[in-house]
Nanobody, 123 residues
Framework: QVQLVESGGGLVQPGWSLRLSCAAS????????MGWYRQAPGKQRELVAS???????NYADSVEGRFTISRENAKNTIYLQMNSLKPEDTAVYLC?????????????????WGQGTQVTVSS
């Protein structure tokens, strides 16, 4: 079984910082890409930051310059450093991993999600 476990969410004031972590575990999954999404009540889920299969990074325009995604490949772990937080950043943040599962039937495409961690920015 492959699992994604997120941590680091919480309640902070505008301008403060948080660091989110996402660790992938399992020995039958080869990760090609990982990223962070967020979903606020009544809004569509959106990509916040991600690593592409080639190792480059993508950021949503709304977080560019404030958020930084990083990774530890050996641990299949990614982080999201969130600085200068704004109330509009309030959402459930979800970790996503895409890659290949190796089953007895052969390789299969995989797309897994973590449980999510709540980030609330309020004064």
């Amino acid at each position: 079984q492959v699992q994604l476990v997120e941590s680091g969410g919480g309640l902070v004031q505008p301008g403060w910082s948080l660091r989110l972590s996402c660790a992938a575990s399992g020995n039958r999954f080869s990760i090609d890409a990982m990223g962070w999404y967020r979903q606020a009540p009544g809004k569509q889920r959106e990509l916040v930051a991600s690593f592409t299969p080639g190792g480059t990074t993508n950021y949503a325009d709304s977080v560019e310059g404030r958020f930084t995604i990083s990774r530890e490949n050996a641990k299949n772990t990614i982080y999201l450093q969130m600085n200068s937080l704004k109330p509009e950043d309030t959402a459930v943040y979800l970790c996503n991993a895409q890659g290949v599962y190796y089953s007895t039937y052969g390789p299969r495409a995989g797309d897994i999600w973590g449980q999510g961690t709540q980030v609330t920015v309020s004064s």
